[in-house]
């Protein structure tokens, strides 16, 4: 049986809900076939509508003029793909699946964790901007 279109999603919101008590605040929706443009605040419980399309907030820290998605605070799932920025790789970036060893915990708690790599390869840029000439 395939899994639930949402499920992915769902699993973050369930994430938020164990941190709490109002986790839709951290969330926006908007209408699939784009009559709203805009990402809109969710105001309770996402009812994951087929026609609509969810996402959390992105939260952002300004690093030297950069706007950077904040990173992870706290532990992944096992075994969930993240990335951390890489100022020494043509990639900018290390893709890693969480296995909460020392060197996932050691990046965590130095706010190095993202969930997505475009996250990471923004952070790497600002990181970058204090040393690299313009």
């Not at 076939?33 to 907030?57: M, N, Q």
């Not at 992944?76 to 290390?94: A, E, K």
């Amino acid at each position: 049986m395939p899994a639930h279109k949402f499920a992915e999603l769902m699993a973050l919101y369930a994430e938020d809900a164990a941190i709490s008590d109002t986790p839709w605040t951290r969330w926006e929706c908007k209408a699939k076939d784009g009559g709203d443009r805009d990402w809109l605040p969710l105001h309770t419980h996402p009812c994951w509508a087929a026609h609509r399309e969810y996402r959390r907030k992105v939260e952002c820290l300004t690093i030297n003029g950069y706007s950077v998605p904040e990173p992870e605070r706290i532990p992944p799932p096992l075994n969930t793909r993240y990335y951390v920025p890489n100022i020494i790789s043509d990639t900018r970036y290390i893709e890693q699946s969480w296995e909460n060893d020392s060197a996932d915990v050691g990046w965590l708690k130095n706010g190095l964790v993202h969930r997505t790599k475009d996250a990471a390869l923004a952070h790497a840029a600002a990181l970058l901007s204090f040393t690299v000439a313009k």
